[in-house]
Structure formats: structure tokens, C-alpha cells
């Protein structure tokens, strides 16, 4: 599920494994790899957008939220939010079968260390069963790139998304 939100969440409203900040001059970054998904919030002058994409369901405010879109099958999303940002993503959600799914996730899993890439590798604990999330981030003067790969040892899903926001010059 991919939810968009026109202003900053809460860090406590997650389960963080991982973390990074981006910087530049045209905009402010903060990425997380939580249980199951990511969080990208983006600020850009007074203009504020947050991604949110998960597997797991996810308790969160009604307040800012802009936008709910399932990643079921192939989507791409474009909109705009205040003045200057663009938010362009694609997605694509796959159900697997076990032998291509144990596959997958090998690859995925060695793809992100062999280029040291932001993962979170949660194994099954009680009810749920295992996690891996694979971030990759290309961080451009205007614009932030994020690729990423959350697979699902429950229902054998795997996630993928690219992203791009864009500070639009001159406005």
C-alpha cells in the first residue's frame, strides 16, 4: 500500500531499522527502512510530501494524508504537490511462487550487499513471517531517487517501486 502525505510523520509511528539523511541545496531528506516498507520525507522549501509504502498494515493519521493507492499489479502515480514539488512513482507488486520467491530474494538480498545498499533482513518472529526491504538511493542536486524491494516471506509477495521527487526550478 503506498500512502502519500502532505506533511511529516512521526518517527515513533514506525518500526525503524534503518536510516539516512539527505541534504542539498534545493531540498531535505529523511529515509527510513521500516518492518515491511520505507518512509521517504521529503521537505522542499515550505512544501513537505512523505511516502509511505508497506506490506504490513499500518496504523497511521488521517491528517495530511493526500493520497491511498494499492500497488496491486503495475501502477504509476504522478502528481504535483504545492508549487514546486513533482512526486513521480511506479509499481509493481508480484506473487511468487516459493522456488521463484526463495530465488528472488537471494538475488535481491546479495544485489543489495555486493552495492551496499540500505536493507533490513527481519526474520519470522511469532505470527509473522520474514521481511527483507532493499533500498537503493541516488541522491541528485534537484531531485531524489529511490528504488526499492520489499519481499514478504507470508504470502510470498514481492514489492517493487521507483520513485522520483523533483524540486521543480524556477517556481
Not at 503495475?74 to 521463484?100: D, P, R
Not at 520489499?150 to 514489492?159: A, G, Q, R, Y
Amino acid at each position: 500500500m503506498l500512502q502519500l502525505f502532505q506533511r511529516p510523520l512521526h518517527p515513533e509511528l514506525f518500526k525503524i531499522h534503518a536510516s539516512e539523511q539527505v541534504s542539498r541545496r534545493a531540498y531535505e531528506a529523511d529515509v527510513w527502512l521500516i518492518e515491511g516498507g520505507h518512509v521517504i520525507q521529503f521537505t522542499a522549501g515550505k512544501t513537505q510530501l512523505t511516502e509511505v509504502i508497506s506490506t504490513l498494515p499500518l496504523q497511521l493519521p488521517d491528517r495530511g494524508l493526500v493520497q491511498t493507492v494499492p500497488c496491486r499489479g503495475e501502477k504509476y502515480h504522478e502528481t504535483t504537490i504545492g508549487a514546486n514539488v513533482k512526486y513521480m512513482i511506479s509499481t509493481q507488486e508480484e506473487q511468487l511462487t516459493q522456488t521463484l520467491y526463495d530465488a528472488t530474494k537471494h538475488e535481491i538480498a546479495g544485489y543489495a550487499a555486493k552495492r551496499e545498499l540500505m536493507i533490513a533482513d527481519v526474520p519470522a518472529s511469532g505470527d509473522n513471517g520474514g521481511t527483507l526491504s532493499v533500498l537503493d538511493i541516488e541522491r541528485r542536486s534537484h531531485e531524489l531517487l529511490v528504488q526499492s524491494f520489499h519481499l514478504s516471506d507470508d504470502n510470498l509477495m514481492v514489492i517493487k517501486t521507483q520513485a522520483i521527487v523533483e524540486v521543480m526550478k524556477g517556481r
